[in-house]
């Protein structure tokens, strides 16, 4: 993309902003919006634009010769992938990686912004990195990921944190070889967030962490606006890649030897619905990932909302495409969820859930829930609790509910105590341990196939790997079945994993049977 592409893409100016100034608002004007949900929901009206050219620059190449670079991820698998692009883009320009950030000349904190306590860590790494950077006045500290597309966010780094030197959005990572030019030439604070709801940018450079799994993006941002939740604001519009884009990944992943992929995106089941040159859905690319010689397909994460019959008949076909459903419900009572903006009732997910279960009858589900949602009555957790029981979930992260600037639900009174909203979540968590236990016990005894990803991060006199369910397995076998997909017999289950003895090393034949 050259720098006339770029501008005419419209809103898209870097800034920068100087560290003693004390009225920042003028920086914002072009670059940066606040998270409104005003705005947010008159989108659509633009335009996103593919590039499938990117290109370093031959004036950034070799920047990052004798330098290293560190990237500290939070947040969720997007973000990951994300780091993983940026780790590309520093390779491409010579930096080399480092696993510490004593060695870095480049430290990157890549945010979440998803809950109070993710965006606490991130302000004290910064507290921990300024020590370093007094120390070392030419190392370059970067905020980026989901936390430099909140206002506030911008504003409190620009007054409080001035060890940081550059902070850039979730929309242009690709500008990263830009951003870190200014920063090393400006003794001032780059901010270059974009307000922009993001392009689809093909043909990034990545270095992916390992060469067993691999995460594929296969759509950007959220539409659903849920009422508690940033993401729509920090990740903006739904924009799907192109299905052959896609596939062509996937094919180069599976001739590299890669294993197992997990397509992802904030609501993987509204993919192709933003195409309107083509009827293409989910359904359609799981239909045509199945062909493609990897022996696992997982996506995540599935809003119950889009969750299609075609979908599921597809699901049920199995091969490479897994038993294994993350199915986020959030809360048991059709109540909550009407004030969550989550679209569906306790009933129709139990229905959705009904079906997919006819349709594969072993298949293992997974969720997420909130407690402590605004007023949320004792009634209305109750009811959390025995949907769980009903749907013997066989994990879930669960979560207190926390207020996010410039969502709805932050404007919500709350009356209920923080005690309260804990001793529910101790709760919750029994149950969940409960019956993630349950879902354990039924394999002992069992032969299961796991996929090996290396030593225990325990014992590394063992190894472990994930079942397509995705179920932990611990046991001893020679070094040599890392990568590959074995059988192991469980001998023990415990809650969070299982513990076997290796049987043999599943032939190829066998598995895209
Ligand atoms: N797109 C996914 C969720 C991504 S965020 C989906 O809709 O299923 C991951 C999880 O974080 C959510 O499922 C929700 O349980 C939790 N979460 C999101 N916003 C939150 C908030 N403000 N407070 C507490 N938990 C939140
Ligand atoms: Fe957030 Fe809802 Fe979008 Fe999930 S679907 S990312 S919870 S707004
Ligand atoms: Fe967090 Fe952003 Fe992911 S807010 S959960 S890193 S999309």
Known sequence: MNEEQRLSIGEVKPAIANKEEKDYSQYFQTVYEPPSLKKARRRGGEEVSYFDDFEIDERFKGMGNGRKFYIRTYGCQMNEHDTEVMAGIFSALGYE???????????????????????NKVFGELGHLKPLKQRNPELVIGVCGCMSQEESVVNKILQTYDQVDMIFGTHNIHRLPNILTE?????EMVVEVWSKEGDIIENLPKVRHGDIKAWVNIMYGCDKFCTYCIVPYTRGK?????????IQEVRHLAAQGYQEITLLGQNVNAYGKDFDDLNYRLADLMDDLRYIDIPRVRFTT???????????????????LVEHIHLPVQSGSSSILKIMGRTYTRESYIELVEKIRKAIPDVALTTDIIVGFPNETDEQFEETLTLFEEMKFEMAFTYIYSPRDGTPAARMEDNIPMDVKKERLQRLNKVVNKYAAKAMDKYEGEIVEVLVEGESKKNDEVLSGYTRKNKLVNFKAPKSVIGKLVKVKVTVA?????????LHVVEREEVMN
């Open 494 to 502: 415990r809650t969070w994993s299982l513990n076997g003895e290796f």
């Open 238 to 246: 739904e924009r799907s890649r192109r299905p052959e884009d896609i």
């Open 302 to 320: 599935s809003h119950p909302w889009d969750f299609e019959d075609e979908l599921i008949e597809v699901l049920a076909k199995g091969g490479n």
């Open 97 to 119: 990686a480092t696993t510490t950030v004593d060695d870095a000349d480049v430290i990157l904190l890549n945010t979440c912004a998803i809950r109070e306590n993710a965006e």
């Open 183 to 187: 920063a090393y030439l400006s003794k």
